[in-house]
């Protein structure tokens, strides 16, 4: 969703006779906290998706935590850009996200949302529980904010949640406000 929320975003920007140029000079306040965050969830994902042994070992064991963290970081970097409504906004659908895999300790999936999207590969990584990230629970915590809206064609088939859909909602107010910045 991330994709079309930027498309969506730079085509309002369009319409709306915003200025591509502000999107490219926006400074981003708290940007060594966010790449803090962003460069966490990359080591975590590539150290978790290639054997590194005793590194890897332990990265899986600490997913969980490590992913927390990862979001938090980055949740602390958005959040000192509070005069950005968008921004604001990402930083809700974000802590909306936590929530569940906090409660949780991964983020639960809808077996009937999952099976819905039909992407048979997904459906067997975390209906085998080989999802890191991602699971099946019987009586989740939180599941309101889970992953529940199944997407289908013509988007790729994934499962999103509530905080998923103010994420993009944040990302295109976002693109659209500094846009129309006076400069």
Known sequence: ??????????????????????????????????LIGVLLNIIIYLFSSVDFGFVTKLIIDNYTVLHIFSLLFIIAGLILNYDNAGIVTIVLGLSLNIIPIILNGKMPVSKEALIATGNSKVIEIITQGRSLSHGIFNSPKALFLSDIIALKSPYSPKVISVGDIVISVGLIITIVLISRRRT
């Open 1 to 34: 969703m991330i994709i079309e929320a930027i498309l969506i975003g730079l085509l309002l920007v369009k319409i709306l006779g915003g200025n591509f140029t502000n999107l490219m000079e926006f400074k981003i306040k708290g940007i060594k906290v966010l």
